[in-house]
T-cell receptor, first 111, second 116 residues
Framework: SQQGEEDPQALSIQEGENATMNCSYKTSINNLQWYRQNSGRGLVHLILIRSNEREKHSGRLRVTLDTSKKSSSLLITASRAADTASYFCATDEGGSYIPTFGRGTSLIVHP | GAVVSQHPSWVICKSGTSVKIECRSLDFQATTMFWYRQFPKQSLMLMATSNEGSKATYEQGVEKDKFLINHASLTLSTLTVTSAHPEDSSFYIC????????????FGPGTRLLVL
C-alpha cells in the first residue's frame, strides 16, 4: 500500500528559484528518504532523515521532517535546469526497512 | 557509491514469450535485492524481495509463477516475465541492499519492457 504522498504532483519554476515539495504519510516511520528520478532512469538517493531528526542539509537540498504532522519537505535552492526530474519520498516503518514510495512530484526547471 | 546494473536496458518481445532481466551489484555483495514495477508517471510498486539462496517473497497481488525471481548469488538476481502479455509492459527497476536491515538501497537504471 502507498504510504507517502507528494505534493504538488507537478511543479514548474524558473532557473534560480527555489522548489519546495512536500510529502505526507500515514503511519509512524523509522526513516524517510528522498529520491530523484530522471525520465526513464533509475532512482538516485538524495537524502535520508531519521524519525528522530528534524532537518538535514546536503548541498542545495534541505529536508525537514515533522513527525507530529507526519510530513516532510524537500527544498531545492537556486534551482537549475538540470534539477528537472521526478522526486519521490519513501518511508519505512516497523522492522521492515523496505521503503514505500509516493507518486512523486514532477519538477520542471525552465532555463 | 555502490553501483547496481540492469540488463537489458530495454527489450521488445512478442506476446507469449518469456523475458529475463538481470540485476547485478557491481562493487558490493547484496544479501537482499528488490524488484519494482513502475507505470508512467506513477509510483514504484514493490513486486518482490529477493534473498540470496532462498525463495523470493512476493507482494500481495503479484503472481509468483508469472514473475520468476532467482537470486543465485550475492551479486545477481534475475526476474523472468513468463508468457508476457501487453499488460506486462512496464518499467522494471531493481535495487539492492548490503544487508536486510540496511536502510539505504541502491537502484539499478531500470529495464523498459514492451510486449507487442
Amino acid at each position: 500500500s502507498q504510504q507517502g504522498e507528494e505534493d504538488p504532483q507537478a511543479l514548474s519554476i524558473q532557473e534560480g528559484e527555489n522548489a519546495t515539495m512536500n510529502c505526507s504519510y500515514k503511519t509512524s516511520i523509522n526513516n524517510l528518504q528522498w529520491y530523484r528520478q530522471n525520465s526513464g532512469r533509475g532512482l538516485v538517493h538524495l537524502i535520508l532523515i531519521r524519525s528522530n531528526e528534524r532537518e538535514k542539509h546536503s548541498g542545495r537540498l534541505r529536508v525537514t521532517l515533522d513527525t507530529s504532522k507526519k510530513s516532510s519537505s524537500l527544498l531545492i535552492t537556486a534551482s537549475r535546469a538540470a534539477d528537472t526530474a521526478s522526486y519521490f519520498c519513501a518511508t519505512d516503518e516497523g522492522g521492515s526497512y523496505i521503503p514505500t514510495f509516493g507518486r512523486g512530484t514532477s519538477l520542471i526547471v525552465h532555463p | 557509491g555502490a553501483v547496481v546494473s540492469q540488463h537489458p536496458s530495454w527489450v521488445i518481445c512478442k506476446s507469449g514469450t518469456s523475458v529475463k532481466i538481470e540485476c547485478r551489484s557491481l562493487d558490493f555483495q547484496a544479501t537482499t535485492m528488490f524488484w519494482y514495477r513502475q507505470f508512467p508517471k506513477q509510483s514504484l510498486m514493490l513486486m518482490a524481495t529477493s534473498n540470496e539462496g532462498s525463495k523470493a517473497t512476493y507482494e500481495q497481488g503479484v503472481e509468483k509463477d508469472k514473475f520468476l525471481i532467482n537470486h543465485a548469488s550475492l551479486t545477481l538476481s534475475t526476474l523472468t516475465v513468463t508468457s508476457a502479455h501487453p499488460e506486462d509492459s512496464s518499467f522494471y527497476i531493481c535495487s539492492a541492499k548490503l544487508t536486510a536491515g540496511a536502510v539505504t538501497q541502491y537502484f539499478g537504471p531500470g529495464t523498459r519492457l514492451l510486449v507487442l
